[in-house]
Structures are given as C-alpha cells and as structure tokens.
C-alpha cells in the first residue's frame, strides 16, 4: 500500500470524529455571528487610528465581540501584544506584586516563561523583583487536588498559573473539565486567589471557553487559533474588569491603560481572522486526528491519539529518535505554501535551552494556526504538529512529511 492509499484508508476511519469536529465548528460559528451581530460590527470599525489611538471605535468593539464570545467581563485585544508569552508576561507583571507568591499547578511553565518568572535567572523577571514561585507537578496528567489544597491552606497564593496545553513536555494538554474541578476545589480553600489560565492552542476547542468555569484572567495569541491564519500578530487577555484593566495599564502605562494603542489598520484582520476561526480550528483538529491515526498506523507513539478527547489543536508524535524527528519537520516544510524549497534544520533559539527544529511555511512568521511542526532535540524527540488553514492542505502537508520520513 502506497502513502497516498494508506491516508486515505486512515481517513474513512476518522469520518466519526470529523462529524464532531463539524458539529464543533457549527456551535462556535453561531457563537461568533451572535457576537458581531449584537455588537454592530459595520466598515466603519475597520478604520483606522495612529498616534495614541484615542476612541479607535474599531479596537472598542473587537474587545466587546471578545467578551461575548468568552462570556466574561473585560478584554484587552493588542497588537501591541508580540506574542501570547509576551501577553502573558504582561498578566503576570500587572498582579504580582514584591512578596507575592506565583504557584503553577499544572508543573512546569513553557520554556519561553522561564526567564519572566525566574527560573532561569534574568535580572528582569518577576524574581528579581521579589516574586516568589512554586509549582505543584500533574500526576498521571491531571491536578494533585489533595496537595493543591493543602498548599493553599498553609501559604498566601497570589495567583494560580494553569497551562492548558502541554507545551514542550510529556504530558497531555488538559481539559476543560479537569480545569473546571480544580477550580471549584480551589475556591472552597481560597475565594481570592487570581487563576490564570493560558489558553494558547485551546480556543474553539470545546463549547466553552475557560472563563465559562471560573477563571479569572485567560491569555492567548492572535497568531494561533483566533487568528485563523489573518491577524497578522497581536495577542488578548479576557477575564474581570478590574484584571484586565491593570493589565492594561502594564501594557502602556498607569492612568491611561487601555485608552490608548493605535490600531494601525489591523482591526479588519482581526475581525474577519476571529470570523474565520472557528472554520480553521475545526480544520486543524481535522489535521491533528488525520495525523494521530495515519502514525499510529505506521507504528508511533502518538498523543493523543484519534479518538480521543482534545484540550487544544496539538499533535505529538513520539520518534524516540532525532534523526525521524528532524525528517519529518523537513517533509512539513516541503508540504507547506511558503518556502517549501528550505530545509529546516536544527538551531539555538532565544527562550529554549535546546536547539529547537523548527518546519513552518506559513504567510506569518510563528503562525502556528497555520500548518506548522517543532520540536526540541531532546530525548524523546517527539514532533508537536499543529495547525493547519484547511483539511485539504493539512492533508497534503501530512503526505510530503511520510514520504520525507520514509525515504
């Protein structure tokens, strides 16, 4: 059986799961539409501002649509924002103050946060400035409750950091379900204790978002799954009022917070990206489950694996081996729109301790909504795929990276 048959033998298998998907993408369609039309988006929101970006009505009304759409009372939607660590730094900043604690509950925090927090020293991260951190490890991939509350019981937490996808480690990426036991534990310990969560690769995953079950404060990127391939960067933090609005004045300054920030032209990508989104989240969860089973049938360790219940769009092929690992990433990079010629090698990167590989032919750098592939060189050398605009070229992208593998 050629790699062409066997994908598509594969995909006759996920046909239940793509119903799902599809259904999926329906709720949070109507979700959207429901949040432009009671918000009157018109053309004239697509205008733009320069300078201080004072009543830039188009940045007014891209926040109010976010609210809707997670059901919370504030947002702060920037392209002032780099990326959704940069949000998140911005978050952990405008709440922690010298001598509060910082506990992560879902063990160890993505490579690029630390230097933000201070576990790798930096004369700039919340460290230096007197920020205590702790961190409690999952345990068999869900929350240590009993340790949790105890930890609450005996020290003053100031925030709670809750990573929702897995990042650059073993674990699996954590549901919204899990996230919403811990923290009605939590609460019945602490009513006060900030939850933040980072949402980056989980939008439109499920029903709900994470501001539905409780968290206070909630981070993601532009460039990942509400982007859709079309906002061109930018990143949000949504939750209470008075969080975002302190997050907001981290972002520029105190006393003008969030009435400032010139938009630039962007807020039509913004909001024709968070239209689109929901369409191309369904299409990269389509990808990922394509993938998972069409590996596993070759003979990989996949995670998760084709039918099972999904917390964000991220695929994880465990190689057990660096040169398949560094293959593959090359057969994404040759399956991709932009520069298909280039060969993705291994490399050095600011934030990660390892030489990271990188496949990513996408029409905006780092976009990872876009169909994309890295991994760090370090045992077990596991690919974490995501993204991908369509079905159609996800599809394509996973048979050039076989036949990459394979030769």
Same mark, same amino acid.
């Given at each position: 059986m050629n790699i062409e048959e066997l994908v598509n033998k594969c995909e006759l298998k996920c046909l239940d799961e793509f119903k799902k998907i599809d259904e999926l993408c329906s709720y949070n369609s109507k979700k959207v539409l429901d949040a432009f039309q009671k918000n009157k988006v018109s053309e004239s929101h697509f205008n733009s501002t320069t300078g201080y970006g004072y009543n830039d009505l188009g940045r007014d009304v891209i926040e109010a649509v976010f609210?809707?759409?997670?059901?919370?009372?504030?947002?702060?939607?920037?392209?002032?924002?780099?990326?959704?660590?940069?949000? $998140?730094?911005?978050?952990?900043?405008?709440?922690?103050?010298?001598?509060? $604690?910082?506990?992560?509950?879902?063990?160890?925090?993505?490579?690029? $946060?630390?230097e933000v927090i201070g576990i790798k020293d930096n004369p700039s991260s919340l460290k230096s400035y007197g920020v205590k951190y702790d961190q409690i490890d999952l345990i068999n991939d869900d929350f240590d409750y009993e340790n949790i509350i105890n930890y609450l019981r005996n020290n003053k937490?100031?925030?709670?950091?809750?990573?929702?996808?897995?990042?650059?480690?073993?674990?699996?990426?954590i549901t919204i379900d899990k996230i919403e036991k811990v923290i009605k534990e939590i609460r019945k310990v602490d009513k006060d204790v900030v939850i933040m969560v980072d949402n980056c690769y989980s939008e439109f995953v499920n029903k709900k978002e994470v501001t539905e079950v409780g968290a206070d404060l909630v981070v993601g990127s532009l460039i990942k799954n509400l982007g859709a391939g079309i906002a061109p960067n930018g990143a949000y933090i949504v939750g209470k009022k008075e969080l975002v609005d302190l997050a907001g004045e981290r972002l520029t300054l105190p006393g003008e917070g969030r009435d400032v920030g010139p938009t630039l032209g962007i807020n039509k990508d913004i909001l024709k990206g968070l239209f689109f989104a929901p369409s191309v989240v369904a299409s990269s969860l389509k990808t990922?489950? %394509?993938?998972?089973?069409?590996?596993?049938? %070759?003979?990989?360790?996949?995670?998760?694996?084709?039918?099972?219940?999904?917390?964000?769009?991220?695929?994880?092929?465990?190689?057990?081996?660096?040169?398949? %690992?560094?293959?593959?990433?090359?057969?994404?990079?040759?399956?991709?729109?932009?520069?298909?010629?280039?060969?993705c090698m291994p490399t050095d990167m600011p934030g990660y301790d390892d030489k990271v590989i990188m496949a990513s032919g996408s029409f905006t750098q780092g976009s990872s909504i876009e169909l994309s592939c890295d991994g760090p060189l370090r045992p077990p050398y596991i690919a974490y795929q995501q993204g991908s605009l369509t079905y159609e070229y996800g599809k394509l992208g996973l048979i050039s990276a076989i036949k990459e593998l394979t030769k």
């Open positions: 609210c809707d759409i997670f059901k919370c009372e504030s947002a702060l939607v920037r392209s002032q924002f780099i990326s959704g660590s940069h949000a $998140l730094n911005v978050a952990l900043f405008s709440i922690l103050r010298p001598g509060d $604690l910082l506990l992560s509950i879902s063990g160890l925090p993505y490579d690029t $946060l630390h937490v100031k925030m709670i950091e809750i990573q929702r996808s897995k990042g650059y480690s073993t674990r699996k990426s990922a489950i %394509l993938t998972s089973k069409v590996m596993e049938e %070759l003979g990989y360790e996949v995670e998760p694996k084709y039918n099972d219940n999904r917390a964000d769009i991220v695929q994880n092929i465990i190689f057990k081996d660096e040169d398949k %690992l560094i293959k593959y990433c090359v057969g994404i990079q040759k399956g991709s729109p932009i520069d298909s010629f280039a060969v």
